[in-house]
């Protein structure tokens, strides 16, 4: 007789919610920065998904953000 374990459910954070807010006054737009997205979104003909790593321009990442806000945004590191 095998005896079943109760699940117990525990509430789920999103990648949105567990990011801290990204803040657009710091971007340089003639830096490149490693971006993380936290959903699916479109500009112009970029189609671009949550589950790739975006390497852009700062100004096409000021450019996002102002379009879809910040919360669209899970990381974004400037490069070196």
Do not use: C, W
């Not at 920065?33 to 790739?52: E, F, K, S």
Request: net charge negative; aromatic share 6%.
């Amino acid at each position: 007789m095998q005896l079943e374990t109760p699940m117990t459910k525990t509430p789920m954070t999103s990648a949105a919610q567990a990011a801290a807010p990204f803040d657009p006054a710091t971007i340089d737009t003639a830096a490149e920065y490693d971006v993380l997205l936290t959903r699916p979104v479109t500009i112009g003909a970029a189609y671009l998904l949550p589950l790739h790593d975006h390497t852009m321009t700062g100004a096409f990442l000021a450019l996002l953000i102002k379009e879809f806000g910040s919360e669209a945004i899970h990381v974004a590191s400037r490069r070196n």
